[in-house]
Nanobody, 115 residues
Framework: QVHLVESGGGLVQPGGSLSLSCEAS????????MRWYRQGPGKERELVAV???????WYADSVKGRFKGFRDNTKKTVYLYMNNLKPEDTAMYYC?????????WGQGTQVTVSS
């Protein structure tokens, strides 16, 4: 059974940084693309970053240059390093993967950017 557990969210001032983690289990992590989504207040869930198995990446234009993904296959963990945070980055951040044509989600971790 796929299990994803996010951590690392919190309250940060504009311009600050946060690091999110997602610990994975229940599937072959090494070959899986891992995704970070977010859903802000009153907004639809949006894809923020993809960390591919081959250590290539995709980022949404809204976070490009500020967010960076990383994966540690030995720990079965994927990270999202977020810098120069803006109030519009305030959202619940979710870790996601697709295995056997099934999407799996973590419970989410809240990021709030406010002064």
């Amino acid at each position: 059974q796929v299990h994803l557990v996010e951590s690392g969210g919190g309250l940060v001032q504009p311009g600050g940084s946060l690091s999110l983690s997602c610990e994975a289990s229940g599937f072959t992590f090494d070959t899986a693309a891992m995704r970070w989504y977010r859903q802000g207040p009153g907004k639809e869930r949006e894809l923020v970053a993809v960390i591919y198995a081959g250590h290539s990446f995709w980022y949404a234009d809204s976070v490009k240059g500020r967010f960076k993904g990383f994966r540690d296959n030995t720990k079965k963990t994927v990270y999202l390093y977020m810098n120069n945070l803006k109030p519009e980055d305030t959202a619940m951040y979710y870790c996601n993967t697709e295995t056997n044509f099934t999407n799996s989600w973590g419970q989410g971790t809240q990021v709030t950017v406010s002064s």
